[in-house]
């Protein structure tokens, strides 16, 4: 028997889907995320269908021109959270009219912000479907603390059916509630992630027993990269919290992450303009130099860049298919990069350590009547002749000449 219309509750399905894993969104969000291809009247009706099912709630901001926003009540976040595709990451429970009143502001903006790579992704052919943007994530880092980023995004590059590179992000959205250190602060705290790793059960050591891996490393096969996307505040402010990444990216404890997890950053109101995918995030390392986009494939990389040229040259320290090299760095870091990967001879010049020279045996003359009333000469001590202080790495050649006169 040939079963008719049984994906006749799809868009439903989906619509609170989204609904339970954003948290909130306007109706026109709803629209250009769930049907961007119909009218806008068709989502109005099948949220208003949800409604009044009890599976989702709205409000209404009466100073954004009595703009509606929808979030999913207790009961449709217990139905929704039995799918697969929510499955293995809980969704919080539903939220009250006051809650989401209280945190709409912020709630919205990570909302457009997933908007920009829905709507990037389509645009240029790869895949990032609107359930592969998943907000608030409890990462542990110990001692009952955690790092919750305010989004995780996964971006493929390349259809369904062809072979892409993958592109993991953290994003943060700041809004400028708060003072530019903040999010310079959140370094350390995605640093303590970076390098954590679980203290197991005490237990007899083996042999062969496998060294501790980092927490992350069970979710993830590569850290995920680390987005700032800036709003609330004009071109001064954002220069300001994008000064405030960069004299923070200065703490010795950072290095380490750093080299290995790019940190970019970009407006809001960018992303809105050009999308993800344009040279618009600047390094937090070097945010003067050129901007990059974050979700390059290694096909626009070639596009875009001289492959011969020597200020993108790969990583060898990360081969990983699902993580190109990092191309958002400075050309100052990579050239030096590759000047660290082929040394060359030092200059003659260049604080050389020279040795003493060795000074020519010769026979004394023979002892006179004075000569012979003094007492033997001391032995010759230890001679050492430096140019500078000598560098970490280098030998430094020593001329012992111990001995006494015959």
Known sequence: MTMTNVDAGNGDRLALAVLVRYRMATTEQMHLVIAPGVRIEQTRRRLAKLRTEGLVDRITLPRAGRTRVWFPTEYGTAIAGEWPELRGRPPKKGADPTAVRLRVGHGLTVTETALCFLQDARHRGDLCPALD????????????EAVIPDALVFYRHGREEEKGSMLRAFVEVDRATMGPERPAAKLTAYERLHRYAPVPVRRRRSFNQEPVKEEWRQRYPLFPRLLFVLDGTGPTGIATRINALHAATGNLALASFLRNVPVLAAPLVDLLRNGPSAPVWRPSRTPTEESAGCTHCARDRAL???AQCPDHR????HQD????????????YAAGRAAIAQPTAPAAADCAVRPAPVA???????????????PPPPATQLTLTVGCAPRAGRKVQVVRRVGQPE
């Open 133 to 144: 943007w998943i907000p608030e994530i409890y990462h542990p880092v110990g001692n009952g």
């Open 304 to 306: 875009r860049r001289p």
């Open 314 to 317: 790969p990583d060898h320290g």
């Open 321 to 332: 298919p699902d993580h190109g090299p990092d191309h958002c760095r400075s050309r100052r």
């Open 360 to 374: 020519q045996h010769r026979r004394p003359p023979p002892p006179d009547a004075h000569s012979a009333a003094q």
